[in-house]
């Protein structure tokens, strides 16, 4: 039994010591009345009334030791429990979490605390294999950096190879800046802190997009990649602009990695939210790729760092949207992102 069962078994013996205490002073206090007045009470009633004082301690104190057994078994034995599950937590090992069968308001906060536990491991976890990923990331670079600059350090090139080490030492060194760039982007995303939306801005989503295509003409035509844009010339999102525009570059910049001739951008209405879509023709997701696609530094074949697609996602879930990734019947991938109609003015469309 535990401290607090053996505190409240107690405290209802120490109750019904007093009540039998109190109980025998009235009686008393009637007996003596009864004298003074001249009436005599007699021995018989005078045993009567002591059995009845003892035989109402016992029933009391048995009352009360039932009545704390059972608050033992119904409360203090699961908060027991819970206290122990708690005082057990790891977000390393597994443990064994033991569950509370009150069906009260005591087995709702054990499961709300096991819930809690998993949501604690899996941020854990996905918080290591972020910077097992950012250490990569960073490491792999540096060191092709490292590489070509201790070559041309000691001379072992020739003047063509040292102008092709200088490129990709050049080229390293963007991409290493990307990453840090993105990785700080994406933790920025992350703070716990309320977001801040006195900053968004009504913005005109088909002008970001035509910005866009004039600022990658040229990768469009090496790649003879065709962008078609569907969008309402008058479509507008609540959102800081900077934002717009990185989902554009992300999604506009992924689709025309892998389309073969034409990426699309289409939009429709439907139960008062906007569906926002960008296409290509390309091979589509693997299989295996759809349900990770998402997640950060997953690199799908082709691309690039893999926290794109992540930074997207975090933009969309803290305006309260929502994302998905699929193929289309006739081929090719789809990223569709859906907005509530006080994000979108689709009202006046």
């Known amino acids: 039994m535990s401290k607090l069962g053996i505190k409240i078994i107690l405290s209802y013996v120490a109750m019904a010591a007093i009540s039998t205490i109190v109980f025998t002073v009235v009686i008393r206090t009637i007996m003596l009345d009864s004298v003074i007045f001249g009436e005599e009470v007699d021995e018989r009633t005078q045993m009567a009334f002591s059995s009845a004082i003892y035989a109402g301690f016992l029933f009391t104190t048995l ?3 039932i009545t704390a057994l059972i608050f033992e078994i119904n409360i203090v034995g699961p908060v027991a429990t819970i206290r122990t599950n708690i005082k057990n937590i790891s977000l390393e090992k597994e443990m064994d979490w033991k569950k509370v069968k009150s069906k009260d308001e005591l087995e709702d906060i054990n499961k709300e605390l096991l819930y809690m536990l998993k949501k604690l491991r899996d941020a854990n976890k996905n918080q290591k294999e972020f910077f097992q990923n950012t250490s990569h990331e960073l490491k792999t670079p540096l ?3 490292q590489g070509y600059a201790e070559a041309i350090k000691d001379g072992v090139m020739e003047e063509d190879e040292m102008q092709n080490a200088l490129d990709i ?3 390293e060194s963007k991409g290493l800046s990307n990453v840090i ?5 994406l933790s920025s995303m992350d703070k716990v802190e309320k977001y801040d939306d006195k900053k968004d801005t009504w913005i005109n989503i088909d002008e970001r997009i035509e910005r866009w ?3 990658s003409e040229n990768i469009l035509a090496d790649k003879n990649i065709e962008v078609v844009d569907n969008v309402p010339v008058n479509l507008e999102i609540l959102m800081m602009q900077e934002k717009v525009d990185k989902l554009i570059n992300n999604l506009l910049g ?3 990695r892998y389309a073969k001739t034409k990426v699309e951008i289409d939009f429709f209405v439907q139960s008062n939210k906007a569906h926002l879509l960008i296409s290509d023709d390309g091979n589509g997701f693997d299989d295996s790729d759809v349900d990770k696609i998402f997640d950060r530094f ?6 690039k760092n893999g926290l794109g697609l992540a930074i997207v996602k975090a933009i969309v879930d803290n305006y309260k949207g929502q994302i998905r990734a699929y ?3 006739e081929g090719g991938a789809v990223v569709e992102m859906v907005f509530d109609d006080s994000i979108v003015n689709i009202s006046q469309l």
Not at 181 to 185: A, D, I
Not at 298 to 303: A, F, L, N, R, T
């Open 181 to 185: 760039t993105s990785v700080l982007y």
């Open 63 to 65: 009352l009360s030791l």
């Open 169 to 171: 030492i050049i080229e």
């Open 298 to 303: 997953y690199k799908g074949e082709g691309g």
């Open 254 to 256: 992924n689709a025309i």
């Open 143 to 145: 060191m092709s950096i």
């Open 213 to 215: 295509k004039s600022l």
């Open 327 to 329: 193929n289309k019947e």
